[in-house]
């Protein structure tokens, strides 16, 4: 499937991913994890909430909503983003493509991926991880679904319609990640919001500089 037909695959699901989906459960709960290391942070601005971006936040309900006041949504479905305008109205809600940020470099403190990444094709999975990496603030930090497997496939039949899928395998992923900037990889099990068990990736940019990451 090419992006216009990941796109139009999920305006054509939403609503029904919004419905089968828990809005809570472990894997929600680790967003209190990283509002606990952003608020010990010395490096956040403690008389400010912490400005993060939930990529692909869907319709809101199981990561956006958890988010600290005024984070940003983005999604590449806008049935999604029109969910989510109910869903946390406080919000703001951009449509767009998470390897093309449509943000400024050092926009964030921290960057949301729950179920997201491995909509997009494999060989670009870089590109994205560069990207986030461009719009956080040094020593910004990202949650992230670390998928499992390594596969690329189309679902049919997937909640009524069908779906892209696409992972280079776990360790690539870490490695990605690693090669984006990124340290301190932690990596927790959780359940995901159809109810089976999935491993995330907690992760901080180095803070040394982005100009470097790339260096030796």
């Known amino acids: 499937m090419d ?6 695959a999920w ?5 029904t991913y919004a419905a089968r989906r828990d ?12 509002r606990d ?3 010990d942070d010395p ?4 008389a400010a909430d912490p400005s993060v971006l939930d990529v692909g936040c869907g319709d809101g309900a199981r990561t956006l909503a958890n988010l600290p006041p005024g984070s940003v949504g983005l999604d590449v479905s806008r049935r999604g983003l029109e969910l989510a305008a109910e869903t946390v109205p406080d919000a703001r809600l951009v449509h767009g493509e998470m390897s093309a940020l449509p943000f400024a470099a050092d ?4 960057v949301t991926a729950y179920h997201a990444v491995f909509h997009v094709e494999r060989e670009r999975h870089p590109e994205v991880y560069d990207e986030f990496a461009r719009v956080l603030r040094p020593g910004g ?3 992230m679904t670390l998928p499992s497997g390594r596969f690329e496939t ?3 039949g997937w909640m009524g319609g069908e779906m892209f899928f696409s992972a280079p395998g776990r360790e690539r992923t870490l490695d990605q990640l690693r090669a984006a900037g990124f340290t301190d990889v932690e990596t927790r099990t959780a359940t995901d919001p159809l109810g089976s068990s999935t491993e995330f990736a907690f992760a901080r940019l180095a803070g040394e500089g982005k100009e470097d990451r790339t260096q030796p």
Do not use: H, K, Y
């Open 3 to 8: 992006r216009n037909a990941v796109r139009r």
């Open 11 to 15: 305006d054509e699901v939403a609503e």
């Open 23 to 34: 809005p809570d459960g472990s894997d929600a709960a680790l967003i209190d994890d990283l």
């Open 37 to 39: 290391a952003l608020a």
């Open 43 to 46: 490096e956040t601005d403690s």
């Open 107 to 110: 926009r964030f403190d921290a």
């Open 141 to 143: 930090r990202v949650l």
């Open 154 to 156: 189309v679902r049919r």
